[in-house]
């Protein structure tokens, strides 16, 4: 059957199914189409306008003439007609015009299979855009826009900036790449061992700043969503398997962690009833696969230890214990330094925890810190001075900048002086 007897034959959809069909095809569609355009033209604005521009058109077309069989490859060859139209009118060299007519239209032909130049070309995306020469802000930008296809509207407020400030930050980190001549491609041995890492650190930033109280958590969604592509197009990368499993074993508890009225719930109140299993499943069986201890693998092996236990009471704190104790050790900081503290007085009591956050405050990286007001809080609290821990649970709702948080806070103090 010809393309035109398919267009004839599909049923016309009502204008929000297509909508929806738009938004589900983009989510694999858009960095496909983005990647493989960057990698013919060599042009980061041309790829991504003709991928915005072949949605608009599934937008117009999908209601009159229903959604296609394959939504991703007739957006895809939107997408490279749209390129073609523009490189003609430009008068681009032929070599290009040539590269880009070799593009089966993807309507005709099925979906990609892993490990086709599609899937390559996604990898090489990923690796550009986080790029060491950039700035990580710039790295986390750039990703989100054209890995994820977030609108700069959206980056802008993540990062708290202006749209327009975004925009050009945007524009300065590709006219770095191509003036510094960064290459469009995934390195190889050492080189690989090298940038891995840098990756890896850009997409737990962007799932860090979507699981925070006050974050976006369509950002933890997109980190999640990244990690599981890493994790597909480089399996044998043991430090890739243990960010999704670290990401995903966090993120089963995303709708546990707020009660009807939208507070922030701590870990001993959510019904563990409403963690994701599937998600749990999944991160165990990732972590299942990691063969080294690198800090993601101790972190996963932390957040399994909470995702397995049926309450905060039966969890295997001194297993947590030790493994803060190792992450002291290859990764020191004033957060893993906070973080022992509290693991250690779960496990062998709050006085072995004050100690710590005794000593973790020594360096003076936890001044003024609100968590560790709260840590302090609760460790006083489980000694028994009720009073004073209101009072640092108070202290501690002062200082910290996020309300969902300064609620939580006031509540523990409100329940220790009733």
């Known amino acids: 059957m010809s393309t035109s007897q398919r267009r004839s034959v599909r049923t016309p959809a009502p204008a929000g199914a297509a909508a929806e069909a738009v938004a589900a095809a983009s989510v694999e569609a858009y960095p496909r189409i983005v990647a493989t ?35 991703g490859g007739w957006l895809m060859t939107v997408a490279r007609n749209r390129a073609l139209d523009v490189l003609r009118r430009a008068t681009v060299e032929r070599r290009k015009l040539h590269d880009l007519a070799l593009l089966t239209p993807a309507e005709a032909q099925p979906e990609p299979a892993v490990g086709e130049d599609v899937v390559d070309d996604r990898l090489r995306l990923i690796f550009t855009c986080c790029h060491p020469a950039l700035a990580l802000e710039a790295r986390v930008a ?73 974050g976006e958590p369509a950002f933890a969604d997109e980190a999640v969503r990244l990690a599981r592509l890493l994790d597909q197009l480089m399996p044998e990368q043991s430090e890739v398997a243990a960010l999704l499993a670290l990401c995903l074993l966090q993120h089963s508890r995303a709708e546990a ?11 001993k109140r ?14 165990l069986a990732a972590l299942d696969r990691v063969r080294h201890d690198g800090p993601y693998a101790w972190q996963a092996r932390i957040a ?64 003024g810190n609100p968590l560790a007001l709260a840590v302090r809080a609760d460790l006083v609290a489980r000694q028994g001075d009720r009073l004073r821990a209101a009072e640092l649970f108070r202290e501690a709702a002062a ?7 300064r609620r939580a806070l006031l509540d523990r103090a409100d329940e220790l002086t009733r």
């Open 37 to 71: 355009l960057i990698r013919v033209t060599g042009d980061w604005a041309l790829a991504e306008d003709c991928a915005q521009e072949s949605l608009a058109v599934a937008l117009e077309r999908w209601p009159a003439d229903g959604v296609p069989a394959n939504p």
């Open 142 to 214: 750039l990703t989100l826009r054209t890995v994820c296809g977030v609108p700069t509207a959206d980056i802008a407020r993540l990062l708290l900036v202006t749209e327009s400030t975004m925009t050009r930050r945007l524009t300065r980190a590709r006219t770095r790449i191509s003036q510094a001549g960064i290459p469009y491609r995934v390195p190889s041995g050492p080189a690989l061992t090298e940038r891995l890492p840098g990756v890896l650190a850009v997409l737990y930033l962007l799932f860090t700043r979507g699981y925070v109280a006050d």
């Open 257 to 267: 962690r707020r009660d009807a009225a939208g507070n922030l719930l701590t870990l």
């Open 270 to 283: 959510q019904d563990r009833r409403r963690w994701d299993r599937a998600a749990i499943a999944e991160g």
């Open 304 to 367: 399994a230890c909470h995702a397995t236990a049926m309450s905060v009471d039966s969890t295997d704190w001194p297993a947590i214990a030790r493994a803060y104790d190792a992450l002291a050790d290859i990764r020191p900081s004033p957060v893993i330094a906070l973080n022992r503290a509290v693991a250690h007085g779960y496990a062998y009591g709050p006085d072995a925890g004050l100690v710590l956050l005794d000593a973790a405050h020594a360096g003076g990286g936890l001044d």
């Open 399 to 405: 200082a910290v900048g996020s309300t969902a948080e």
